[in-house]
């Protein structure tokens, strides 16, 4: 064993090095990384590092003798049949050589989990072109009832770049809600805290107050687009943060919960003669495209929340064509 200099590539642009080291030494631990970097054997252009630390093109990481290398065999993966691979391809509203967007149906979990078997993350294999292809990465979730757009990147770099970009905050994001009630004023920021209840698939986001040591900072857009009477709202909205259930949460503290939510809302959230779906819609998404320039991609809304529209007399436009600008 002796040491070795490798050079980041254009695709691992902004990674962190404790991913680049996964990428190429998936048998190093998290812990074995970070005592190599805090004795000074990993090493970017010569400096100390962290697991943290962000790389760059063109970046030398000088690499130590790993001890125990010996690399545990791939895992399998699963081979798609060809329904899942159509199941998959449907979805795509667009596709170029750095990602892919999805229009992701309500009611399919983006991830698996305790019973989960059917989630998107399985179908990705199905966006391969190519057998040597990198395997696409998600790089956001939504809701498992939440319908609506879901971004895919087609190699580990554009992923990493991507996630930045929705940690950074540069990326906007619509949502379109039939809620029920109709909210005042007719457009608003939500500013309510929120601390987590529970644990697992079981746990609940819920308000907390200002201050307290669990609670985390949450602020939403809303705007009223249409409205019937006082039953029900078309809302748009945009989170500003990025926290779990957060417009469901923020719809409920308002008084306005979603229509058909499974879980926020109460008793209010079901009206007779409504599909009893979550009508949450990731509508749009406008972000820093990895190539240059902007992505602004919409999707056209579920079947259910298009009945409910047509029933209460809501007009949505087509979904404009995905454009970069």
Known sequence: MSVVTLTVSDDEADIRLDRWFRRHYPHLTQGALQKLCRTGQVRVDGKRATAAT??????????????????PPPLAVKPL????????????????DHLIVLNK?????????????????????????????????????????????LLVARTPGVAAKLAAAFRGRDVRKVYWAVVVGRPSPATGIIDQPLTKLGAG???????????????????????????AARKMSWLALSPLTGRTHQLRVHCEALGNPILG?????????????????LHLHARRLELPHPAGGTLVVEADLSPHMRETFRQIGFVAPAA????RK
């Open 201 to 227: 698939a079981g746990a609940i986001s819920v308000v907390a107050e200002r201050g307290d040591a669990d609670a985390v900072h949450a602020l939403s857009e809303y705007e009223v687009l249409d409205a």
């Open 105 to 149: 149906p309500a009611g399919i979990a983006v991830q698996g989990g305790p019973g989960i078997t059917h989630h998107i993350d399985a179908l990705l294999e199905g966006l391969r072109e190519n057998p040597d292809d990198p395997r696409p990465r998600l790089v956001h979730r939504i809701d498992r009832d939440t319908s609506g757009l």
């Open 320 to 323: 404009a064509p995905a454009r």
């Open 81 to 96: 049949d060809e329904r899942q691979v159509r199941e998959i391809n449907k979805m795509v509203l667009y596709r170029d």
């Open 54 to 71: 962000r790389l760059a093109p063109g970046q030398a990481v000088r690499v130590p003798p790993i001890p125990n290398a010996s690399r």
């Open 261 to 277: 939510d499974p879980k926020y809302g109460g008793d209010k959230a079901h009206v007779t003669g409504f599909a009893d779906r």
